[in-house]
């Protein structure tokens, strides 16, 4: 074997290493443990929110979030998917930047029970600014679904823009919803709420 097939590509090795914990105002984003199956499969047993993400089934259950947290948690990949929780270590949500293609990809969801009181916006603020610090010169893609006006603002209000649209499937809806893609580009990271 020779010295250059035993180096790693940039992008992995520097994000090798344990998930981080990152700790804001309200929330704990932590590594997930296989004892989250029964909240993650609770809240996505809601299609209110499978049916804004793009690959998750409907219906979902137990056995689902089992076999997502196998590989969430075998540390293999390089990704981050951080569990959402509040003070009472309770799993509300999940925000994750995946390694796809050669770019990085944000994706989120949150429990309806807790929409609409900014804990989004402050844990993707959170992971953003951790994951800038990592990779300062580094691109995050993610995209929203057309009608998905909430994940749209909290995207724009953090320095994501709108680079184009396409039809990408949806496992939940099975069929092809119109999708906005979006970037958020080195140093553009609103660094005010949340952050
Ligand atoms: C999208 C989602 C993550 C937002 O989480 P949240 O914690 O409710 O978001 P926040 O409270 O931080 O609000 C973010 C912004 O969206 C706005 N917003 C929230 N719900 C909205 C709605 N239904 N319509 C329009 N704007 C909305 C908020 O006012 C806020 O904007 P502001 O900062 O200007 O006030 C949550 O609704 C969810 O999990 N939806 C289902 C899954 C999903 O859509 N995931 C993202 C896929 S791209």
Redesign the pocket.
């Known amino acids: 074997m020779n010295a250059i097939s035993l180096q790693r590509p940039k992008t992995q090795s520097l994000m090798a290493g344990p998930q981080p914990v990152i700790t804001t105002d309200r929330l704990t984003l932590r590594p997930h443990r296989l004892s989250d199956a029964d909240a993650i499969a609770g809240s996505l047993s809601d299609f209110?929110?499978?049916?804004?993400?793009?690959r998750v089934p409907a219906p979902y259950d137990r056995q689902d979030a089992l076999d997502w947290l196998v590989v969430a948690t075998s540390g293999s990949l390089p990704d981050w998917q951080l569990a959402i929780t509040d003070g009472d270590d309770t799993h509300i949500?999940v925000v994750s930047i995946e390694l796809r293609h050669g770019r990085w990809h944000l994706?989120?969801?949150?429990?309806?029970y807790?929409?609409?009181?900014?804990?989004?916006?402050?844990?993707?603020a959170a992971m953003l600014e951790r994951f800038s610090r990592r990779m300062p010169e580094t691109s995050v893609h993610?995209?929203?679904?057309a009608d998905?006006?909430?994940?749209?603002?909290?995207?724009e209000?953090l320095g994501f823009r709108m680079t184009g649209c396409s039809e990408i499937y949806s496992f939940a809806r099975n069929t092809m919803v119109t999708h906005v893609e979006t970037v958020l580009k080195p140093g553009a990271l609103w660094q005010g709420?949340?952050a």
């Not at 994706?107 to 309806?112: D, H, I, K, Q, S």
């Not at 807790?114 to 993707?124: L, N, Q, T």
């Not at 993610?142 to 679904?145: A, R």
């Open positions: 209110a929110v499978t049916r804004m993400l793009a949500g994706g989120y969801w949150l429990n309806r807790y929409w609409r009181r900014g804990y989004m916006s402050e844990a993707v993610s995209g929203v679904f998905n006006p909430a994940s749209l603002r909290l995207q209000r709420k949340g």
